[in-house]
């Protein structure tokens, strides 16, 4: 039997180099975009919040604090080992596949954040993803998902760069290749060589709606920033969609 190949984003988002890179991020950004998200939502407490790629819980556990039931799901077995040490009453974790059926349970709002969708090779995977949310939703609940704004990023992609942490040297390289966004990390750890990939799929705001529309979910609101401001395609820095299932 031929063994199965492991995924970029199974190897890379399961290494300690990918959390060793991206350890600077803004964790006051991120959540002050979810304390604005709650309050565009106005959901009543306690709802029942699944986090999709939730990493290591950041998100899920700031939507705890505030009263809310939340499931967070990833595929990196490493993040949900270190989510799981915030498990508490209404608060658990769980290795998942986007593409999978996430259960027999039913969610007032699923999140899918920071460019968490488009990774995979084919238009077919995208649905099945946007398919298992539809099942996942209670009727009337709510998906919020966080893409880059393709058209911007494209257009101010910065070729190269290197980012120090410690004693690794990152290489960063970043290109657009067979309809994705790519970017190669290369360094050097304990005198060995490494490369790792990030690719994403180079969404339209036209691709999404009409995975919305295949899936049967309905748009209510399209964001450009973390402030929830209306999307401009030149100007904006996200996509942010909210949508419905009927």
């Known amino acids: 039997m031929k063994e ?23 964790e006051a950004e991120a959540e002050g975009f979810v304390a604005s998200l709650m ?11 699944l986090d ?14 505030l009263g809310h ?24 974790f769980r290795v998942g596949d986007m593409r999978e059926a996430q259960g027999n349970e039913e969610f007032d709002l699923v999140l899918n954040l920071f460019t968490s ?32 704004n393709t058209a ?4 101010n992609l910065v070729p190269e760069s ?3 942490r410690d004693d690794t040297t990152f290489h960063l390289k970043r290109f657009v290749e067979n309809g994705k966004i790519c970017k190669s990390i290369q360094f050097e750890s304990d005198g060995k060589s490494f490369e790792f990939r ?12 009409s995975y919305f529309q295949k899936s049967g979910l309905d748009v209510v609101l399209l964001s450009g920033d973390y402030r929830m401001n209306p999307f401009d395609e030149i100007n904006s820095d996200r996509m942010i969609f909210l949508v419905r299932k009927p």
């Open 152 to 155: 911007s990023v494209i257009r």
């Open 69 to 92: 039931e939340v499931l967070g799901v990833d595929l990196a077995a490493n993040s949900i080992k270190q989510a799981s040490a915030w498990k508490a009453p209404g608060l658990d």
């Open 4 to 26: 199965k190949q492991e995924s970029w984003f199974e190897s890379w988002f399961d290494s300690t180099w990918y959390h060793l890179l991206y350890r600077n991020r803004n």
């Open 162 to 164: 290197t980012e120090q």
């Open 117 to 148: 969708f488009g990774y995979f090779d084919s238009e077919e995977d995208n649905l099945k993803v946007l398919e298992g949310i539809r099942s996942a939703l209670k009727p009337g609940g709510r998906l919020l998902l966080d893409f880059m």
């Open 198 to 209: 990030e690719q994403v799929q180079a969404l339209s705001q036209k691709d999404f709606l």
């Open 52 to 65: 999709l790629a939730c990493g290591k819980g950041r998100h899920s556990r700031y939507l705890h604090s």
């Open 39 to 49: 309050q565009v939502l106005n959901l009543p407490v306690p709802s029942r919040i």
